[in-house]
Each structure stands twice: as C-alpha cells, then as structure tokens.
C-alpha cells in the first residue's frame, strides 16, 4: 500500500486525548506494516522548549517508533488575540502545501483535521479523513466530502450524519471506534495499593470520572449527584481543565459546599491507571444536550474503563449505546443527578451485579484495542484504493 502520511495540527506533547488518540492510532498502523510517518505543527508559542520525537515517545508509552516530521508556522500574533488561532492554522495549511510538493513518491493523506480537507482538492493525492466532530453545514463542505478518498467515522452515530447530512456514499465510510492498550493494564495495582499511593482513603466508597471538566461532559451534573450523598462517598475527578468552565465547576462547589468532590488536575497515563484501580466505580455522564457527546463522542477512556474490571455508570447517549449494553454497565437517564445517583446506588447496593458488569466489559473490550482498530482501518484503506 502508498506511504501514509498522517497530518496533524497539533503542537506534541499535549495533555488533551486528541494528542493521545493520535499517537496510538499511528503507533498502530506502523506495527501492523503499514509505512507511516506524522507531521505535526513545530508551533513554540507560550515559552515551550522544542521537544524532540524521543521526548514525544516516552511521553505517550510509544514502543514502536515512526517517524515526525514538525513543520514551520508563522507565530506573529500572541495567542490571546482571537484571530491567532485561523491564522496559525492557515500558516500550517500553507506550509503543509508545499511540504506535500516537495514530497517524493506514492502516498494518501491521513488526518482528523477538517481544514487539511482542502488539501486532497489541491494535491490530487488520495486522502482519508478520521470524521471526529461535524461543523455546521457548508456547500463547500458537501463538495469535500463527496470527492474524498475515504471516511473514517469515530462512531456509527455520525456515520449516518454523513450520510444523510451530505449525501456521501456508505461504501466510502467505515466505523473505527477509540480504542485502548490492553498492556497498560497488565501490571494493574490491588485496589489498596493504588489508593496508599494516591494517598486517597480506604474507607470511603470512590466514584472517579477521568477527561475534561466541561458542562457537555456532564460535569455539573456529576457535582449535582456528589451534593446528595454524604460523606462516605467520595467523587475524584481527574483530567485536563478548560479554564472558564474548570473555575466555574470549582466555584460551583465552593458555594454550595460540596466538600466530597476533590479536582485532581491533570495526570499523565501512568497515573491514570493507578486512579482507575483505585475507584470503587467509574462514571461517563455525557449530556445529551450537546450534538458533539449525543452523536460524535467515542471516548478512550470509556475503553480504560472497560479494561480497568470496575462498574461502569454511563449515560445512555447513543454513542454510548454503541458499546455498552445492560450487561456491561449501568446505563441512566442523561442530564439527571437523581438517576445518575441511582445508578451509583444500584452497584453499591448488588455486589454481585457490580461484579458480573465489570467482568464483562473486560470481556467486551478485547474487540477494541488499537491493534485491531488499525488492522480494520489498513484494511478499509486498501478496500478504496483498490476501488479508485
């Protein structure tokens, strides 16, 4: 098959998931033979040191290296000022542009960007987008789509979005959901001895919730299920924080002095899987009220949560239902601290339940690892170019 090259506007390290999801998906596809090689943005704004590709690796637990290539941008603008973002990125589409001319050989574009798009028109190289998130509709959008070598949709939700919404045909999309690294797991701590090291109580029943703290992933409604119980509960809240809404999630607190939430901030992988042994359960509460988390959203770490043999309490958003059933987790109402809290109540209240729940989403989860989430992807883009 041609050489992938995978592009990404992204600066790496990054402790967003896209960073993380990115890096595995390409570590992937190199160990299953496929000639692979990302180019990132070489973007330094914000006082950041240039950090090599060894640095990237040992970052994100990255065994089977592939090659990176950073390209240039014009950093002309502080990023306080609203234009920075479409104008680095224009920068990066530029320079990308010219990059691609000066390129040898056969080779298909890859990318979950939707600005890179442009570059399959301009190019003629065949190009393959990984469909995250959808934008308002555009002709132009439409048009992109329609001459797109292939389409790979992050949930069969938003497979459909693009079939109906822009008229593409199904054989040009194929379903890859995130996925997890199962070795991550193989030296995973008794429960006991991740909460000694994470200096977190043994006496207390914990619920962890691991990724953004942002109102459409639930987290309000997540503060709202805490404020009912009482103290022997304990809610960990772990992951990256956007500003605005992180500061209002902590004040929203402050004020109605829920003192059983502790914000933990960010935490790099390896610890991530001490906290998950740790919880006594691990909750998804995903809005409905957002299309992205309704439609779009197949989170990694529902796959970590699936792996780490703990209960699951989700909402039950269609994306979620691609996935999880009713006997691999506890599926409540979206948007509802009442039924969320029943839900927590469900599995501390059947040990038996709890058990059999995390014994089969550990069951269900060996369908979903990077590996064959690559192999699938490999596969589907052979299917095109042989179709072309």
Same mark, same amino acid.
């Given at each position: 098959?041609? @050489?992938?090259?995978?592009?990404?506007?992204?600066? $790496?390290?990054?402790?967003? #998931?896209? =960073?993380?999801?990115?890096?595995?998906?390409?570590?992937?596809?190199?160990?299953?033979?496929?000639?692979?090689?990302?180019?990132?943005?070489?973007?330094?704004?914000? &006082?950041?040191?240039?950090?090599?590709?060894?640095?990237?690796?040992?970052?994100? &637990?990255?065994?089977?290296?592939?090659?990176?290539?950073?390209?240039?941008?014009?950093?002309?603008?502080?990023?306080?000022?609203?234009?920075?973002?479409? $104008?680095?990125?224009?920068?990066?589409?530029?320079?990308?542009?010219? %990059?691609?001319?000066?390129?040898? =050989?056969?080779?298909?574009?890859?990318?979950?960007?939707? !600005?890179?798009?442009?570059?399959?028109?301009?190019?003629?190289?065949?190009?393959?987008?990984?469909?995250?998130?959808?934008?308002?509709?555009?002709?132009?959008?439409?048009?992109?789509?329609?001459?797109?070598? &292939? *389409? *790979?949709? *992050?949930? +069969?939700?938003?497979?459909?979005?693009?079939?109906?919404?822009? =008229?593409?045909?199904?054989?040009?999309?194929?379903?890859?959901?995130?996925?997890?690294?199962?070795?991550?797991?193989?030296?995973?701590?008794?429960?006991?001895?991740? @909460?000694?090291?994470?200096?977190?109580?043994?006496?207390?029943?914990?619920v962890l919730y691991v990724g953004g703290v942002m109102k459409k992933?639930?987290?309000?409604?997540? $503060?709202?299920?805490?404020?009912?119980?009482?103290?022997?509960?304990?809610? +960990?809240?772990? =992951?990256?924080?956007?500003?605005? /809404?992180?500061?209002?999630?902590?004040?929203?607190? +402050?004020? @109605?002095?829920?003192?059983?939430?502790?914000?933990?901030?960010?935490?790099?992988?390896?610890?991530?899987?001490?906290?998950?042994? %740790?919880?006594?359960?691990?909750?998804?509460?995903?809005?409905?009220?957002?299309?992205?988390?309704?439609?779009?959203?197949?989170?990694?770490?529902?796959? /970590?949560?699936?792996?780490?043999?703990?209960?699951?309490? %989700?909402?039950?958003?269609? #994306?979620?239902?691609?996935?999880?059933?009713?006997?691999?987790?506890?599926?409540?109402?979206?948007?509802?601290?009442?039924?969320?809290?029943?839900?927590?109540?469900?599995?501390?209240?059947?040990?038996?339940?709890?058990e059999s729940l995390a014994e089969n989403s550990k069951k269900d989860?060996?369908?979903?690892?990077?590996?064959?989430?690559?192999?699938?992807? !490999?596969?589907?883009?052979?299917?095109?170019? %042989?179709?072309?």
């Amino acid at each position: 098959m041609s @050489r992938i090259i995978y592009i990404a506007n992204i600066t $790496l390290p990054s402790e967003r #998931t896209h =960073g993380i999801q990115i890096m595995k998906t390409c570590e992937a596809l190199a160990q299953s033979g496929e000639q692979l090689e990302l180019w990132i943005t070489n973007r330094k704004k914000g &006082g950041k040191e240039r950090i090599f590709p060894d640095d990237i690796f040992d970052f994100y &637990g990255i065994k089977h290296k592939f090659p990176i290539k950073k390209i240039p941008v014009l950093e002309f603008l502080s990023k306080k000022c609203k234009a920075y973002f479409y $104008l680095e990125s224009f920068s990066f589409i530029v320079m990308i542009f010219f %990059a691609l001319l000066r390129e040898r =050989g056969d080779f298909i574009i890859y990318t979950r960007d939707e !600005s890179v798009q442009f570059l399959g028109l301009f190019t003629g190289k065949k190009f393959f987008w990984e469909a995250h998130i959808d934008l308002k509709f555009n002709f132009l959008r439409k048009i992109r789509l329609k001459k797109i070598c &292939g *389409i *790979i949709a *992050i949930s +069969e939700s938003f497979k459909n979005i693009i079939i109906n919404k822009y =008229g593409v045909n199904p054989d040009k999309i194929s379903i890859a959901h995130d996925a997890v690294d199962l070795e991550e797991f193989s030296n995973f701590l008794p429960q006991k001895k991740a @909460r000694e090291l994470l200096n977190m109580p043994q006496d207390k029943k914990i619920v962890l919730y691991v990724g953004g703290v942002m109102k459409k992933k639930g987290i309000f409604v997540l $503060l709202d299920t805490a404020a009912m119980m009482n103290s022997d509960w304990l809610f +960990e809240i772990v =992951g990256w924080f956007v500003h605005d /809404e992180s500061d209002k999630a902590k004040k929203y607190v +402050e004020e @109605r002095k829920i003192d059983n939430v502790v914000f933990r901030g960010y935490a790099p992988r390896n610890e991530i899987i001490n906290y998950l042994a %740790a919880a006594d359960a691990l909750v998804i509460p995903n809005s409905s009220l957002y299309e992205e988390t309704r439609l779009f959203t197949s989170p990694m770490k529902l796959f /970590e949560y699936m792996s780490s043999g703990r209960p699951i309490v %989700a909402s039950a958003t269609p #994306t979620m239902l691609e996935i999880l059933n009713e006997k691999n987790a506890v599926l409540v109402e979206p948007d509802n601290p009442e039924a969320l809290k029943n839900g927590l109540f469900k599995i501390f209240q059947n040990k038996d339940l709890a058990e059999s729940l995390a014994e089969n989403s550990k069951k269900d989860v060996q369908n979903h690892t990077w590996t064959k989430r690559a192999e699938k992807i !490999s596969a589907f883009i052979k299917e095109r170019l %042989a179709n072309k």
